[in-house]
């Protein structure tokens, strides 16, 4: 089955600096590609999301994009501010189930 | 007022007890889901489904069952048999079909006393 690795843990970075997030997918299969914000006690709310005939997508300060050759997609946030901070969370969804969900990147943005 | 709700927001649960979580919708979605959340493993799949009385389950079933006699609800049963059920409990759901986005709920925490 499909298995969705997420890159890294945590990181912490100044406000204003750009934070990339990085994941990789299995199933080639694969074409549907969500980008999720969860603060702490609440449900993940979707931020950004990219279909595999796109290679690039952006949204103000928030970008993502996908290599479907090397099976990997990244979020990246620029001139990132304080309530960017929350942990985020990569997904996959194979054909005939649901999104397979990385394990989360807690960022954290200091001013 | 559109959305996912969720109740209750924190559950208690004794040893040996079954307890259940609800999941309503109003967006018309035909798929709902179950996540369970623990710190540092992301969000598991628990069930899923996509139609009226019809569901699949997901990679961490044991000890779960799930009823979708209604498009708008989806309640989650946590049995006894699930020897460690302390978690954030997610419920989402979706239009039918691949590529289509997924909408959490606010979640619900389950405690064992």
């Known amino acids: 089955g499909e298995n969705v690795e997420q890159h890294p843990s945590t990181l912490s970075v100044q406000e204003g600096d750009s934070a990339v997030i990085k994941c990789t997918y299995s199933?080639?299969?694969?074409?549907?590609f969500p980008w999720y914000k969860q603060e702490l006690g609440k449900g993940p709310q979707l931020i950004i999301d990219?279909?595999?005939?796109?290679g690039e997508k952006k949204d103000q300060r928030i970008a993502v994009t996908l290599n479907k050759t090397a099976k990997h997609f990244s979020l990246h946030i620029t001139e990132t501010q304080p309530e960017d901070s929350a942990v985020y969370f990569c997904?996959?969804?194979?054909?005939?189930?649901?999104?397979?969900f990385g394990k989360g990147t807690t960022l954290s943005v200091s001013s | 007022d559109g959305g996912i709700t969720q109740s209750p927001k924190y559950l208690f649960r004794k040893e040996g007890q079954n307890v259940t979580l609800s999941c309503e919708q109003n967006?018309?979605?035909?798929?709902m889901y179950w996540y369970r959340q623990d710190p540092g493993q992301g969000l598991r799949l628990i069930y899923y489904?996509?139609?009226?009385?019809?569901?699949q389950k997901g990679d961490i079933a044991e000890g779960y069952s799930v009823s979708r006699e209604k498009k708008e609800s989806f309640p989650l049963t946590v049995t006894s048999a699930q020897k460690n059920p302390t978690a954030f409990y997610l419920c989402?759901?979706?239009?039918?079909?691949?590529?289509?986005?997924?909408?959490f709920g606010p979640g619900t925490r389950l405690l064992v006393l």
């Open positions: 199933d080639s299969a694969s074409n549907y």
């Open positions: 997904a996959a969804n194979p054909p005939e189930t649901a999104l397979i």
């Open positions: 967006l018309n979605h035909d798929a």
């Open positions: 990219i279909r595999s005939n796109v």
């Open positions: 489904s996509q139609i009226v009385n019809d569901f």
């Open positions: 989402a759901s979706s239009n039918s079909g691949q590529k289509e986005t997924q909408y």
